[in-house]
């Protein structure tokens, strides 16, 4: 393998495992060995391979997103999975934006909630570190807004480690996410172009449209690529044709328009040398003139609420976010490999305007907070062979993050005149504390090959960050800030063993933690900030895996337990808190896939999961419907002739129920699941480019989303009626989409 195929972004080496894509991998001699056939065998629509007669690119394929470093995914200890770009453009083509996407394709991971927020949609339970080549979307004040933050257009392929893993720092307590973009091409110039449509037909606002465009070229010394793509949602409505109330609690993605421009650079410096660039705006935000009318707020009611346009705010939702990243690779620097990578990351976030009750709950006053992050880190690290059979990781990573943050309060007398259609800023006040952190890591892994099948590593990593909170006001109380500093240890082990009959065992123990949300838990007057240090949040997990691929079958499945002492728990008052609970989380999580003769292919996924918390009476209980995660399950069949494929996948989310009343709550809390089903159809012309038919919610299922379900917990009847925070799901939809290569 040349010394420079390798993704973009790169961390530490865990161990070894099994590559299965979302649905699972299709290598060439696993169909039947007619050798007509493998001259004409179709794509494999869930595969990382881009055709099934690709032996040799199925074992090729590298991935970072378990090790830092280019590896193949057979030597990662853990549950990996890969989405191609086939099967993002397919499906996002068909009408879904990405993290739909992987909710229905990744077994582990939780359905998408539908709006602009991912927030709920977990790994394993627990919440994964999202990447874009490596770079953290994710920092110390989650905002759950982290795919909101590339055009799918952009992607090359997404890779997911499932589980608890320190390889980024911190937040990847549940899984890795790494964001693969796309790279640019020699020769050329060599051009794409994407055009697509959605629409369900209930109303001439029902109608959404993107358009992208790239150029990449070069020559074998320099190459770059330039991608540019926009999108522009109109309203949706759900499965009774009404239109479905704006998620006034972490915004959705009705009557917005979103623009992505990202630019890759590669320089071959040296024969062993190589110099990759990358440089990203992103802006995705609300432009609409439909919004929530409140017929009775003059009376300081939140009733009776319906839809009307009109609307017009100083403060819209939106995020807008500027990425920059640059990889420095040598493959021979005293003996060793090394990488260094250094990046910079700026957003802003703004919120819908929210309703609050003062004055003893007598009136109304909206507020919008704006959010903003700057991170910017480095990281190096060397791979040294210490002897054929023994290899060695290491290396340090530093990140300085930058938080500040504001609220907009909005007239009462214009918003109470205009049912809270015209939203003008009255003033701004503060929202949560500034503060920066300074994060150092250093990590140290080690490889051994014991024998042809049989490979063991483990590492350790060792992570201190320091707290600098600004003085900040609450009320009529002033806090003065102050300064505090963290540490985190985090330990790793696995073991793989592969056999010649295409079966694959592991086992691993593996930690992560979660970073403290430092803005949201020092927002109150009544803390001593340097008296109080926020700490990372550890979870341990273990984990055995099984994978299985052979002529007819692909098939991966992984048992795993995972635990944490503390956790991060949000109020009914928006408040949040580190609190010292005992909580777990443990399932299954396995795909499988059967080839049947020439095109034909079934399949599906399941994750079945449950989170329970330790009570004060020493017994286990579910954990609240809030924050657990919902069982799930997939099943597809699939025909593909090389030049047409047709694809029907069930989508099934399991109820949920919590014993939340056993916990301290005043009443247990349940999430009813729900079904969909999704067609695709495709068409591959030669001269033509490719075709999308996709039909979305089949059946045209009128349902509340997981989150719609969960903000109604959080936020009714403290913040208004639970009908306005029970966010519906979308209803049928029709995609017609074109991409070609030109």
Known sequence: MSPYNFSRGFGLTLGAGVLLSAAPLQAAEERPSDASLAATAPPAAT?????????????????????????SPDRIPGAVWIVDAEQIESRTQAGEDLKTALGKLIPGMDFAPEGRTEYGQNLRGRSPQILIDGVPMTSSRGLSRQFDSIDPFNVERVEVLSGANSLYGGNATGGTINIVTKAPQAGGPHFETQVSTTSGFDNHRDFDRRVAQSVSGGNERLRGRLGVAYAENGRFYDGHNEEIFPDLAQTDLQDNRSVDLLSTMEIDLAEQQRLELLAQYYDSGFEGERGVYFPELEQGSLGNAGIRGGYASDRDPGTERQLYNANYHHA??????????????????????????????????????????????????????????????????????????????????????????????????????????????????????????????????????????????????????????????????????????GHRFWSSYSQGFELPNVASVYSGAQFDIGRNPVDGIQTDQVELGWGYRSQAWDSQLALYYSWSDRALENDRQLGTEIVDDKRRDYGIEAATSRYIGRHWEVGGTAHLTRSE??????????????????????????????????????????????????????SDNEIDGFTTFDLIGRQRTADYGTFTLGIENLLDKRYATVWGQRAAVFYAPTYGPEALYRFQGRGRTFSLGWNMNW
């Open 47 to 71: 595969s990382t391979t881009t055709t099934a007669a690709n032996t040799a690119a199925a074992q090729e394929d590298m991935v970072v997103v378990g090790s830092r470093t280019p590896a």
């Open 332 to 501: 021979d620097l005293l003996g060793q490999d090394f990488y260094l990578q250094g990046y910079y990351r700026e957003e802003t976030s703004t919120f819908s305007p929210f309703p609050y009750y003062v004055d003893d709950r007598a009136a109304v006053e909206f507020r919008a907070s704006e959010q903003r992050t700057d991170l910017g880190g480095a990281r190096a690290l060397f791979v040294a062979p210490l002897r054929d059979d023994l290899e060695l990781t290491y290396g340090v990573d530093y990140y300085h993050e930058r938080f500040g943050s504001d609220q907009a309060y909005f007239d009462r007398a214009t918003s109470d005149a205009s049912g809270g259609l015209e939203l003008d800023i009255d003033r701004i006040g503060p929202r949560y504390p500034g503060y920066s952190v300074d994060g150092f890591a250093g990590y140290a892994q080690l490889e051994w090959q014991a024998t042809e099948r049989l490979s063991v590593q483990g590492g350790v990593r060792q992570e201190h960050a320091d707290v600098d909170v600004d003085a900040f006001s609450v009320g009529s109380a002033t806090n003065p800030g102050g300064r505090n500093d963290y540490d985190t240890t985090l330990f790793n082990l696995g073991v793989v063993q592969e056999y010649d009959s």
């Open 613 to 666: 918390q330790l009570a004060d009476d020493g017994e286990w209980y579910r954990r609240d419907a809030r924050y657990a995660s919902l069982s799930s399950a997939t099943a597809f069949v699939e025909w593909d002739d090389n030049q047409r494929s047709l694809r029907l996948q069930g989508n099934h989310a399991f109820d949920l129920s919590d014993d939340a009343s056993e916990l301290g709550s005043a």
